[in-house]
């Protein structure tokens, strides 16, 4: 399980980097002036979705196999898929993964 822990790990971090820089970006694109600096920025940053929602896959598929292997509820899952949409959740739901993880598996606190 420790393998799947960290590519969950690695995966979260992805998701939530990409998440803010998306929504930075369509901050930019669409609050700002047209033509300005700040928002053709905003607009070139737009591609970051399609990136985002292509490791949001992943994400999800790793989140539903490590609840599976931990044992966890439904409830949990959801929250972790919740997560990878909402700005800046993803790292706090994170954390309360490992966290979790550490306590209810031994083998995870030595890695």
């Given at each position: 399980m420790t393998k799947l822990f960290?590519?969950?790990r690695v995966l979260a971090l992805v998701v939530g980097?990409?998440?803010l820089v998306g929504t930075v970006g369509s901050?930019?694109?669409y609050l700002l002036e047209d033509g300005t600096t700040l928002q053709r920025l905003g607009d070139d940053l737009t591609p970051i979705w399609l990136v985002h929602g292509w490791i949001y896959i992943v994400y999800v598929v790793v989140?539903?196999?490590l609840?599976?292997?931990a044992r966890w509820t439904i409830p949990q899952l959801g929250l972790m898929l919740v997560a990878g949409l909402i700005p800046g959740l993803i790292f706090w739901v994170e954390r309360r993964v490992a966290q979790r993880l550490r306590e209810d598996h031994?083998?995870?606190a030595q890695g």
């Open positions: 960290n590519v969950y980097v990409l998440l901050l930019l694109k989140a539903f196999l609840t599976q292997k031994a083998e995870l």
